[in-house]
Antibody
């Protein structure tokens, strides 16, 4: 059974960095594209970025609003995906969800974690 | 502003059928069948309802069905029940660098 658990959320200061983790079980993260999606308080869903599977070169893509500030990486030996957020801004405040696609290359979210809340405030 | 357009709210009575719309462009919904629908209750993570346009996710009632015409995808809920009251989001793969786009969500009220 696919299971995703996010952690690392909390209060962050503007301009600082924060790293979220997504611990996966039931499958090997290296075999699938892994995606981060966020939801600001009271707002809709926003796709943040993806790290592709090993067979697709583990390349990454990001939404324009976070490109250059956020980095998705993974540790296949621990089965953990990371979202490192640099230069945090107030509008990065959101619940961050880790997702996996139905098939190996798919960036479309099929399985979801429960999310972790990031609050950016001074 | 969301890339896909959904009505902010819809309402229906128990037992009624209702259709939620999601309008995109020829670069997303109109280009392929990688369209998903999610249901979200307050304080909960989204739950996958429909994937690849018309396939129901595991455990989802057959009261839910998906389709599209041109650049507009639709989610039909038949036999509306009180438990359906929630917010529904559509999503599509897109041929841009932002690989996945969402609608702003439709809040469904069961009267």
């Amino acid at each position: 059974e696919v299971h995703l658990v996010e952690s690392g959320g909390g209060l962050g200061q503007p301009g600082q960095s924060q790293r979220l983790s997504c611990t996966a079980s039931g499958f090997n993260i290296g075999d699938f594209a892994m995606t981060w999606i966020r939801q600001a308080p009271g707002k809709g869903l926003e796709w943040v970025g993806v790290i592709r599977s090993r067979s697709y070169g583990a390349t990454t893509d990001y939404v324009a609003s976070v490109r250059g500030r956020f980095t998705i990486s993974r540790d296949d030996s621990k089965n953990i995906v990371y979202l490192t957020m640099d230069s945090l801004q107030a509008d990065d405040t959101a619940i961050y969800f880790c997702c996996r696609g139905r098939t190996s290359p798919s960036a479309m979210p099929h399985y979801w974690g429960q999310g972790t809340l990031v609050t950016v405030s001074s | 502003q969301s890339a896909l357009t959904q009505p902010a709210s819809v309402s229906g009575s128990p037992g009624q059928s209702i259709t939620l719309s999601c309008t995109g462009t020829s670069s997303d919904i109109g280009a392929h069948d990688y369209v998903s629908w999610f249901q979200q209750y307050p304080g909960k993570a989204p739950r996958l309802i429909i994937y690849e346009l018309s396939y129901r996710a595991s455990g989802v009632s057959d009261r839910f069905s998906g389709s599209k015409s041109g650049n507009t995808a639709s989610l039909t809920i038949s036999g509306l029940q009180a438990e359906d009251e929630s917010t529904f989001y559509c999503s599509s793969y897109t041929e841009t660098s932002t690989l996945v786009v969402f609608g702003g969500g439709t809040k469904l009220t069961v009267l």
